[in-house]
Structures are given as structure tokens and as C-alpha cells.
């Protein structure tokens, strides 16, 4: 029997190809693990790439979701990474156009640097695109190195980047948590 003992948070976004349907892969892709159980996720988002400097791309479908699971948060970054990597993710510069970006925001409270991984994530509460759909499935959690909810870090954000909604999934079975992806309705 699974205890589901940890709660983490990811960031899911993309921008290259089918984006709804990259994200709805992966999504697909977690569902589809015997350790990890997804039970909230936000509005998908259409955002501003960030760039190098004039660098032209394709604005990003992006997410927030919550899952449980008995995986620690290194085993279940390497799970993101295989999951980025079936689904074609190739890696290049840091600001790279993706099918696929599988980020784990936070994981539990969790405070963890090592040389492949950094929880919480560095820069979420720099960037819009994770707080607005962070905001919708945690609100309340508090960032365990600044100390201030979610909600408080959307506030005192100064980001101007265009974060606008388009899609809402839905739990179609909200009593036991577990998401269905194909059923979503455009906002």
C-alpha cells in the first residue's frame, strides 16, 4: 500500500509543437506512475517566452499542478527528467525553445541544493508564469526560504509579463483525486 507521504508542486510548461498536447502527455505520463498520484492542477496559461536577447519564440503553454507520492524529490526529478526525455525533449541553451519543461517547484517544505537540482526553484518567485497557476492550487504554502505565501509573492511581484488563461481541466473524479486530462474546456 502507497503512503503518499510527500507533496510536491511542478511547473509544466511548453512551446514548441502541439503544446496542449505535449503538456497533456506528460501529465498523462505521471498520472500513469504507480508512486506518484495528481490531484490538483491550474488554469494552463499562454506566456511570454523569456529570451536571450532578441531571440524570437513561441509564446509558452504553461501549468502548475500538485501530486503526492512516495518518492523522494530526487527520484522524482530523475522521473521528470525520463519524462522530458521520452517525450523528445532535446537540452541546449538555458532559455531554449521546448516541447517539454517538466520544473519542480517545491517539495514539501523542503529546503535541498545539489549540483542537478534546487528546491524550492530558484527563480519562482521571480517569474509570473509559475505564480499565477501557483496561486490557483496553493495559495496558502509558504515559501520555505522567503517566508511569504504564494498569494503574497503574486502581489509583490514585479513582473509585467503577459500571462493570460486559456484551458481549465477538470478532476472527473474529485473524491479519490485522480485526473483525467482529456476532458477541458477553452476559457
Not at 490557483?136 to 509585467?160: C, M, W, Y
Request: hydrophobic share 40%; with cysteine; aromatic share 8%.
Amino acid at each position: 500500500m502507497n503512503d503518499w507521504k510527500h507533496s510536491a508542486y511542478l511547473g509544466i510548461g511548453s512551446n514548441l509543437g502541439d503544446r496542449l498536447k505535449n503538456i497533456s502527455e506528460a501529465i498523462r505520463l505521471l498520472e500513469e506512475h504507480p508512486l506518484v498520484k495528481v490531484n490538483r492542477l491550474s488554469h494552463f496559461y499562454e506566456t511570454e517566452p523569456l529570451t536571450l536577447r532578441a531571440e524570437k519564440q513561441s509564446w509558452y503553454l504553461n501549468c502548475v499542478l500538485k501530486l503526492r507520492t512516495s518518492l523522494n524529490a530526487v527520484r522524482l526529478f530523475h522521473l521528470l527528467q525520463e519524462i522530458e526525455t521520452l517525450l523528445g525533449r532535446t537540452r541546449s541553451h538555458r532559455w531554449a525553445p521546448r516541447n517539454i519543461d517538466l520544473d519542480l517547484l517545491f517539495f514539501d517544505d523542503e529546503i535541498l541544493r545539489t549540483k542537478s537540482l534546487t528546491i524550492p526553484h530558484p527563480q519562482l518567485h521571480q517569474r509570473r508564469f509559475v505564480l499565477e497557476p501557483l496561486a490557483e492550487v496553493a495559495p496558502n504554502f509558504i515559501h520555505p526560504i522567503k517566508g511569504l505565501s504564494v498569494k503574497t509573492l503574486l502581489e509583490k511581484l514585479n513582473d509585467n509579463k503577459k500571462v493570460t488563461p486559456l484551458y481549465k481541466f477538470f478532476l472527473s473524479q474529485p473524491s479519490d483525486g485522480v485526473l483525467k486530462t482529456p476532458f477541458h474546456e477553452r476559457l
